[in-house]
């Protein structure tokens, strides 16, 4: 059986037999799943009145442990967004009463992001149907398969020097 990617790779060995195309399948079918990923997150959330990125926030706060507050950059770094893009996504969630900003206890010049009782709420109220969404899309992948990619995507992301969220 072929994927789209196998097309696209059997056209250029047609059309430059001579180009070694093998990372055009690994990156091809990268981008593609990503699209398809975003597509499958996007309309998961959207039942439950989120953008994707508004429970990536939420998620990331709860993860954070009591009391659920980050500042702006920490969050910044977890998604990868510009900072101008974290602000507006920050004063969506906080008009959304998911999120609010407090002052900092141990440094009154730092704000925090915290997770409202409502953001807290939400996520509870996503997050295990969020992790069967996730099981669902990779069903197709036995054990050793998911093993064996969540290992091959770990070296990709550590030779791009992606180890860490600081």
């Known amino acids: 059986m072929a994927d789209a990617v196998d097309l696209i790779i059997e056209q250029w060995r047609r059309e430059r037999p001579g180009t070694d195309s093998w990372p055009m399948g690994v990156v091809g079918r990268i981008n593609r799943l990503s699209r398809l990923l975003d597509r499958e997150l996007k309309d998961f959330f959207a039942r439950y009145g989120l953008e994707f990125w508004e429970a990536d926030v939420l998620y990331t706060l709860r993860r954070s442990g009591p009391p659920y507050a980050l500042t702006a950059g920490a969050l910044n770094r977890s998604s990868m967004v510009t900072s101008g893009a974290i ?46 969404n996730e ?17 091959a995507l770990r070296v990709l992301l550590e030779a791009l020097d992606d180890t860490s969220l600081s």
């Open 87 to 132: 602000t507006n996504r920050i004063d969506r969630l906080a008009a959304k009463g998911l999120v609010e900003r407090v002052a900092d206890d141990k440094d009154r010049r730092t704000v925090l992001v915290r997770l409202t009782e409502q953001g807290h709420a939400k996520v509870e109220e996503t997050i295990d149907a969020h992790v069967a």
């Open 135 to 151: 099981a669902r899309i990779l069903g197709a992948l036995g054990p050793g398969a998911r093993d064996e990619l969540t290992g």
